[in-house]
DNA sequence: TCGCGCTAGTGATAGCCTCTAACTGCTGGG
DNA sequence: CCCAGCAGTTAGAGGCTATCACTAGCGCGA
């Protein structure tokens, strides 16, 4: 069978795919720890009872390794905000499962979203997987009551440059609801996750649900 | 005279002092083009015609001298702050000053507000710093109308834990615009200077301008 | 079933890095 | 004017990424 070909995998693949596995496994133990700016293929290597250059079998370097775990994270993160779209609880519950996910494992959050070095260029499919979430945003956006959002010049602007969403680009208090909402939920959380609130007192999950019911129109 | 003790500077202490300021400037040059994760003591002493270990009578360590970074940085946004504050110009004025500063060195806000190495504690007076900063965020809080404030749940929980809030600490919407002009403001400029409105097309100051309406109850 | 090609893994090595240790030579305060 | 203390040096340990030349064995095609 000619379509076949993709569909078996020789025994080779098979185990080069587990071990590739298995270092983004150990890949994210480190990270969890110590963050990405310290992980070690070397460490990695050794944990797996081999010695370095063995891992260059599998990823050509370590920018090759931290991109395949940028692009798992960007995965994992659609896969949430997916899974709570489906439920069908709206705009809040969307944001709650955002920041359950996030507070899962901070690093990985901020593998998305923390600083960037400054040469990175992200691959074609993880802004694929960001505008999936996106999409995810503009679908929540609509779902509650937009007369709460009155017409102003940023919609306008938003409506001019409005590739990036797709089917729902003709309805600007749209856009902008799903703009603010991922800024606005970003910057609590990212301010949460750096620890920026952890001498104040307050709960941050406080301040976010305000954000959330902000974003929902009350 | 005794007092004279302090201010008199003796020749050493003024040149130490002068290559210390010296090392800092070359360490921003390198963090402005490669971020902090790239800084390279060995690198920054080359540049300065000596050879490494030489930077360890000025610094103990790597992370001393990225923490006098950090300190900098922090002094350097109070003083933004401080100035837009000053200047009397309300909310927004220091909104958009808040935003010059951190496009003027992208990586310099990073430092403060972006990813953090998990075991990193942040010094005494850097957590002073950024008080100050909250401090003026509470005093520009009040300027514009706080009646666009409803009361609110977020509200009653933050005046309950507003020992960071001093003065302040008693007017519960003035708290919750204070924290929500943070909040909100570093979405925005966070999301903007790690590049993730790249592909978009909208203008990210438009975005930051709605914000700071919102923020100030329009 | 046999043989060979390809692949996984090895050690050696180059070139970075941080940071320590021992040493030298200049300088400025008493 | 002299010597304590400070700046700067070289050497080196131990970590890292990454390349290279090599070996050993798996599994595919004949």
Redesign the interface.
């Known amino acids: 069978m000619a379509t076949a070909q993709k569909e078996t995998e020789t025994p080779r693949q098979r185990y080069r795919a587990q071990v590739q596995e298995e270092i983004k496994q150990h890949a994210w133990e480190q990270i969890a ?6 992980l070690s293929l070397n460490a990695i290597a050794k944990q797996m009872g081999m010695s370095g250059p063995a891992l260059y079998r599998y990823y050509a370097n370590r920018d090759e390794l931290i991109t395949a775990l940028i692009r798992d994270a960007y995965q994992s993160m659609a896969d949430a905000i997916h899974a709570a779209a489906a439920s069908g609880g709206g705009i809040r519950s969307l944001g709650q499962a955002l920041r359950a996910w996030a507070l899962e494992d901070p ?1 990985r959050y ?1 593998l998305i ?7 990175y260029e992200a691959p074609e499919d993880t ?1 694929r997987l ?1 505008n999936e979430v996106m999409a995810e945003l503009l679908d929540a956006a609509g779902a509650d009551d937009l007369g709460a959002m009155p017409a ?3 919609q306008a ?2 409506a ?5 969403a797709g089917e729902h680009s003709a309805d600007p208090p749209r856009l ?1 609801r799903a ?2 909402m ?7 959380l ?2 949460e996750l ?3 609130f952890a ?5 941050p999950a ?2 976010f ?3 959330l ?2 974003v929902a129109g009350n």
């Open positions: 720890t110590a963050g990405a700016s310290a690093q901020l979203y923390g600083t960037p070095v400054p040469g802004t960001a102003s010049p940023v602007h938003l001019e440059h409005s590739a990036w902008h703009v603010i991922w800024t606005r939920l970003h910057g609590v990212s301010l750096a620890g920026h001498g104040m007192g307050f709960d406080e301040v649900a305000a954000e019911d902000a």
